[in-house]
């Protein structure tokens, strides 16, 4: 079936520093890709989303030039968190769109744990 | 292997109950969340359970059975934008999450 990767699982970086994730879609083609944030036991918050080939759109209140979203190809995105910062810490999580097994789907990857020091 | 396990679809009436099921075999666990997701729109945060029992919020209820694996959604009054699909989602001992397909429930008048 399809899967989404994302890697790495988890990063630890000091503070200043910029950190990149990738999240892959594996066996399906993904024409959008969805970035959300989730905090310790609470909802996932939807950052930006980005179709194949063009700009991010970012929800409100997420900078753009501190999270850098590149969608490059239908089965890569990446995430780059840019001179991060402590508050920075916490789960990024990516989801693919496509059609997968002939059907219009959504699947989640497995998140990256960042923890900015 | 890792494994998450809950009804593709169901279906139930305006006003009654109902229960989704999800049954999970992971390495390690370190909570169960629940998730609503409208189709097109981005999840919505239901309930997270790390130890046994039952958390109600509402006309949403979860229960969690760590030795057996097991959780349940429980939706009661069931209204008509209640149709959506849940999704059981487990954090193992890694922190990585393990998403189950979700179950699309159908609400009818």
């Known amino acids: 079936g399809a899967v989404v990767s994302q890697h790495p699982s988890r990063v630890i970086c000091k503070s200043g520093t910029s950190v990149k994730i990738e999240c892959r879609s594996l066996d399906f083609q993904a024409t959008t890709m969805f970035w959300y944030r989730q905090f310790p036991k609470k909802s996932l918050m939807l950052m930006a989303t980005?179709?194949?080939?063009?700009?991010?759109?970012?929800e409100q209140g997420v900078e753009k030039d501190k999270f850098l979203i590149n969608h490059a190809s239908l089965t890569l995105s990446t995430l780059t968190v840019t001179s991060a910062h402590p508050e920075d810490s916490s789960f990024y999580i990516c989801?693919?769109?496509?059609?997968?097994?002939?059907?219009?789907?959504?699947?989640f990857g497995p998140g990256t744990r960042l923890l900015v020091l | 292997g890792q494994n998450i396990d809950q009804p593709t679809e169901m279906t139930a009436t305006e006003g009654a109950i109902v229960q989704i099921n999800c049954t999970y075999q992971?390495?390690?666990?370190?909570?169960l969340f629940w998730y609503q997701q409208h189709a097109g729109e981005a999840p919505t945060f239901l309930s997270y359970?790390?130890l046994d029992g039952l958390e109600e919020k509402g006309r949403f209820s979860s229960f969690l059975s760590r030795s057996k694996g097991y959780s349940y959604l429980l939706l009661k009054e069931l209204q008509m934008k209640d149709s959506a699909s849940y999704l059981c989602?487990?954090?193992?001992?890694?922190?990585?999450?393990?998403w189950g397909a979700g179950t699309k429930l159908i609400i009818k008048p």
């Open positions: 989801s693919a769109r496509g059609l997968a097994e002939q059907k219009e789907t959504q699947y």
């Open positions: 992971t390495s390690g666990f370190n909570g």
């Open positions: 980005s179709n194949e080939g063009s700009k991010a759109t970012y």
């Open positions: 989602v487990i954090m193992d001992s890694n922190y990585q999450l393990i």
């Open positions: 359970n790390v």
